[in-house]
């Protein structure tokens, strides 16, 4: 890199040297480079430099150059106005090495960067001696990535469930990573824009009813109309059933028992045939006392 701008450098001075340097006043020569901004990667874009001869027109200088950066450009042109053409600069020694007269003009140039990166360059128009610096300047040369085709895919809504989060329509581009929230990708949205939180369950506490002799009753319990679901504490962290959260009514209760307990009703009667005997004995020893009295008359 160094290298070529030293040799763009150099192309500079030749072809300033083809042309008579035009005589000025006693101001200082002057070297400057116009340049757009920020080029971009795979795109070639034109730059010039120009000088001034000033007071110093016509002495025999040599263009030097010291570049920071990286290496991300892939080529620098000249165009040689003598054909109109461009040439690539290639090499580290271009032109003459005694040097040229310096002078008023400006030179075309042209690059191309591979990728995107940063060159900062010093450019100094020195005496051939290289004691004296006439003039100088620096120039950052930036590019950035070329803007880039979308391969887009859609991704339809997804609505939301209680629990689970769902999504809007959009657009994603798998190349570079993006999310578009149109179809027309001039709306760029972060992946966490996509995404419709779910809405937690919107449960209703029922309270506990007694059941009654005809009517079942039930625990209490939350419902969520939402998702329809049935929880059994106010965390809704205990999902049940509706059939969990009833309670049969008493009077089916008793014939469940009746039916499924046998064992009830029989102890039952059992229960009922001593309790006649025990009457039956007092009536009988009732009769048997009346009895001795009316004896002992
Ligand atoms: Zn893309
Ligand atoms: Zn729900």
Redesign the pocket.
Same mark, same amino acid.
């Given at each position: 890199m160094k290298k070529k701008l030293l040799a763009v450098l150099t192309t500079v001075m030749m072809a300033f040297s083809l042309f008579p340097s035009v005589v000025s006043a006693a101001t200082a020569p002057t070297v400057k480079v116009d340049k757009p901004d920020v080029f971009t990667v795979g795109q070639t874009e034109e730059f010039s430099i120009s000088t001034t001869g000033g007071s110093k027109a016509g002495t025999m200088v040599k263009g030097f150059s010291t570049v920071t950066g990286d290496t991300s450009i892939a080529k620098i042109e000249y165009y040689e106005t003598a054909d109109g053409k461009w040439y690539e600069l290639t090499g580290d020694s271009f032109g003459p090495q005694s040097g040229f007269p310096l002078g008023d003009f400006t030179s075309k140039f042209r690059v191309t960067f591979k990728e995107a990166g940063s060159v900062n360059a010093k450019i100094e128009i020195k005496t051939t001696d290289g004691k004296d610096v006439l003039a100088e300047t620096t120039a950052e040369f930036k590019a950035v990535p070329a803007p &880039? /085709? &979308?391969?887009?895919v859609e991704v339809k809504a997804q609505e939301p469930t209680c629990t689970e989060d769902g999504n809007i329509a959009y657009w994603y %581009? /798998?190349? %570079?990573?993006?999310y578009f929230s149109d179809e027309a990708l001039t709306k760029e949205i972060s992946k966490e824009d996509t995404v419709v939180k779910a809405a937690g369950h919107h449960a209703v506490k029922v309270e506990a009813t007694d059941p009654t002799e005809t009517d079942s009753g039930n625990i209490a319990y939350w419902y969520c109309a939402d998702c329809g679901k049935y929880f059994s504490d106010a965390a809704l962290t205990k999902e049940i059933s509706r059939d969990d959260t009833m309670i049969p009514a008493l009077g089916q209760s008793k014939e469940n028992e009746s039916t499924d307990n046998p064992k009830i009703g029989d102890s039952g009667m059992t229960l009922w045939i001593s309790l006649a005997a025990i009457s039956a004995l007092g009536l009988v020893g009732t009769i048997i006392l009346n009895k001795k009295r009316r004896t002992g008359k």
């Open positions: &880039h /085709a &979308h391969t887009p %581009c /798998a190349d %570079c990573g993006e």
